[in-house]
Nanobody, 124 residues
């Protein structure tokens, strides 16, 4: 059974940094892609960043481009999100997701496998 467990969330002041981690288990091959999503209070879930394992390619939402960095450690089956220059509007529950086979079907609506989320709160 595939499981994703996020950690590293917390409370920080605007301008600060946090590093989220996601450890995956329960699969033999893959993942093809992994991603971070967020859901702010009262809003729809949205994509933050995606990492394509084989090619090492990345994708970032415009709102975080230049501030957040997604990375992966295959040896540890881990995905990371380094978040710098945090803003109050980054406050949300952050979810890790993974898709084992191509194509990458991860969207804000679902697809693949998901963790339970970790809370990030940024105060002004």
């Amino acid at each position: 059974q595939v499981q994703l467990v996020e950690s590293g969330g917390g409370s920080v002041q605007a301008g600060g940094s946090l590093r989220l981690s996601c450890v995956a288990s329960g699969y033999t091959y893959g993942p093809y892609c992994m991603a971070w999503f967020l859901q702010a209070p009262g809003k729809e879930r949205e994509g933050v960043a995606t990492f394509y394992t084989a090619a090492g390619g990345t994708y970032y939402a415009d709102s975080v481009n230049g501030r957040f960095t997604i990375s992966q450690d295959n040896a540890k089956n881990a995905l990371y999100l380094q978040m710098n220059s945090l803003k109050p509007e980054d406050t949300a529950i952050y979810y890790c997701a993974a898709d084992l086979r191509p194509p990458c079907s991860l969207t804000a609506a679902g697809g693949g496998y998901w963790g339970q989320g970790t809370q990030v709160t940024v105060s002004s």
